[in-house]
């Protein structure tokens, strides 16, 4: 779904039940798993200093 360099560290959090990547804000929201929201099974993957929004089919 989209991915984000932070480099300087970043703030990744979630509850808010919506995907979301912020490079300039430095801030990542790793959404929701359950199918009553339009963009489900979402999570975050970290390599190194790059933020990675994933969604999981199935």
Do not use: Q
Not at 28 to 49: F, L, M, Q, R, V
């Amino acid at each position: 779904l989209g991915s984000v360099d932070f480099p300087d560290g970043g703030l990744i959090f979630g509850h808010l039940h919506m995907p979301y990547l912020n490079a300039a804000e430095r801030m990542a929201n790793c959404g929701s798993w359950h199918k009553s929201h339009p963009i489900h099974n979402t999570y975050i993957e970290i390599d190194e200093s790059m933020v990675h929004l994933r969604r999981e089919f199935g």
